[in-house]
């Protein structure tokens, strides 16, 4: 009996690893491809949207937070900016932005 | 006058341990039987290994940073193999300093190596920092080393990106030939489903299969004896070794590496047969 499921258990989980290994890559590999490996430009971007945002905004640069989510076939940009309580003249300002 | 057919074969894989210098050294003893002269060049600065693995670390003098920053001349720093007067190995510096390899300085032994040799085979250091960066950029075919497991597989993917996008020939706009060369591979396991199997990695890189090496110990006796494995004793290795060589030639070889202990047996019955003719 013991040797009957140690050798079940030894022979089931295994008998599923490399395919686990080979589902597991194909996700990582497709993710790897489409950003071209590359996702160091997370901190450049945040950069950048600050530099645009300060045209416009008063924000601090504590309160823009950027993530990337990778789901198993597409990828979330998150972007979660916080502005300060508008004080009357920035909302005017605003207002001229969103006439442009 | 740059002969007309060289060819620069980068050696690379991304990971670390995979069987790069191993099969840097087989790949070129193998040519060198083959009546190719050819040159294997150590690119992996501070950590020299292809000389212990082709034995030859007590008659390492000059080096490759040497020959760039000019202290020495190529054929100073060339050394001649034992073994086969085809075959040469220009050892890597033991320097700390990464940024001793210079592109330019790189690219000017590499112009005077294509002068002398068929084959010049570049085996790259793990990572694709700067060292691994140089020892691919000029290459002309590339041999990916990969073991079955999944951080060499997921390596192995960037790596094949940095080909397609940072060697010159990419540059230029052109594709360089890219092989798949597994290697510590083990039939049993994959058979037992412990192990990705040849067309499971093959599925995910999607580049052609120039042979599978498997899991031997005539590896480690080859290099604990300085001896390149396809310089050694007869092996399973050593065959796998051998057909990996002769399809990078172009020619069309059977895989028998897959089969078990009965393709060895046929396998010893072909090598016999090979002798007798
Ligand atoms: N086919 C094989 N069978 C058994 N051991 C191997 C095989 N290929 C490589 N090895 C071992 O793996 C280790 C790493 O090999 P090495 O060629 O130095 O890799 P890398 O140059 O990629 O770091 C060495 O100890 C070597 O003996
Ligand atoms: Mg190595």
Redesign the interface.
């Known amino acids: 009996m013991n040797i009957i499921r140690k050798l079940l258990g030894g022979l089931i989980p295994q008998r599923k690893s490399a395919k686990m290994a080979r589902e597991r890559l194909q996700i990582v590999v497709s993710h790897q491809r489409n950003d071209g490996g590359d996702v160091d430009f997370l901190p450049r971007l945040r950069h950048e949207l600050l530099t645009v945002l300060c045209k416009y905004v008063k924000v601090d640069k504590d309160q823009v937070n950027v993530q990337l989510q990778r789901m198993d076939n597409c990828s979330v940009l998150e972007l979660n900016i916080t502005l300060p309580a508008p004080t009357k003249s920035s909302l005017s300002e605003l207002d001229e932005v969103k006439a442009i | 006058m740059v002969k007309p057919n060289s060819k620069v074969i980068v050696v690379t894989s991304g990971k670390g341990g995979v069987g790069k210098t191993t099969t840097s050294a087989a790949l070129g003893a193998e040519l060198a039987n083959r009546g190719y002269k050819t040159v294997v060049v150590d690119f992996d600065i501070g950590l020299r290994n292809l000389d212990l693995i082709m034995g030859c670390e007590r008659r390492v003098i000059f080096d490759f940073v040497n020959v760039i920053q000019k202290d020495a001349n190529l054929a100073q720093a060339l050394i001649r193999d034992k073994r086969s007067e085809n075959l040469y190995i220009l050892p890597a510096s033991q320097t700390r300093d990464k940024d001793a390899l210079t592109r330019e300085g790189v690219e000017e032994i590499l112009t005077e190596l294509r002068k002398e040799f068929d084959f010049i085979v570049c085996d790259s250091p793990a990572g694709i920092e700067r060292g691994a960066l140089m020892a691919l950029y000029f290459a002309d075919e590339a041999v990916v080393v990969t073991n079955p497991?999944?951080s060499s597989?997921?390596d192995s993917?960037?790596i094949i990106?940095v080909l397609n996008s940072r060697t010159r020939h990419a540059e230029q706009g052109h594709e360089i030939k890219k092989h798949l060369l597994l290697t510590r591979y083990s039939p049993s396991r994959?058979q037992?489903?412990?192990?990705?199997?040849v067309e499971?990695v093959q599925?995910?890189l999607a580049i052609p299969l120039l042979g599978i090496i498997p899991e031997s110990p005539a590896v480690l006796n080859a290099s604990n004896q300085g001896v390149p494995v396809t310089f050694g004793a007869v092996s399973d290795a050593k065959r796998a070794y051998q057909d990996a060589v002769a399809r990078l030639l172009g020619e069309v070889v059977e895989d028998t590496s897959q089969k078990g202990w009965k393709s060895m047996l046929l396998g010893g019955l072909r090598l016999f047969s090979r002798s007798a003719v």
């Open positions: 497991e999944v597989v997921r993917d960037r990106g994959v037992r489903g412990e192990m990705l199997s499971d599925e995910i």
